[in-house]
């Protein structure tokens, strides 16, 4: 079992920055693919960035390529994503996600684990 914990969220005003932050415990190794989604009421859940198990490899939803950035310090356990130039579309709830797997994964039900997710708002 891997339980994941996203914080980090809040409210920023157009144009600022946020770094989310998602711990992972439970696992005995950290050879998974892990990925950022995004969800607003009445939509579904929307791929935001995913991050092989290494690092070696990113892939990001083209409505935020060139201002998030995906990252993970596997020696702590941790997944990141730094938002730049935030606009109020980005507002949403932000989850942690991880796979069983090594690659990039994109499509939500293909992660086994989940966050409880974490509130962003970004006013205009």
């Known amino acids: 079992q891997v339980q994941l914990v996203e914080s980090g969220g809040g409210l920023v005003q157009a144009g600022g920055s946020l770094r989310l932050s998602c711990a992972a415990s439970?696992?005995?190794?950290?050879?998974?693919?892990m990925g950022w989604f995004r969800q607003v009421p009445g939509k579904e859940r929307e791929f935001v960035a995913s991050i092989s198990w290494n690092s070696g490899n990113t892939y990001y939803a083209d409505s935020v390529k060139g201002r998030f950035t995906i990252s993970r310090d596997n020696a702590k356990n941790t997944l990141y994503l730094q938002m730049n130039v935030l606009n109020p579309e980005d507002t949403a709830v932000y989850y942690c996600?991880?796979?069983?797997?090594?690659?990039?994964?994109?499509?939500?039900?293909?992660?086994?684990?989940w966050g409880q997710g974490t509130q962003v708002t970004v006013s205009s």
């Open positions: 996600a991880a796979a069983q797997t090594l690659g990039i994964v994109i499509t939500s039900r293909s992660y086994d684990y």
């Open positions: 439970g696992r005995t190794s950290n050879r998974y693919a």
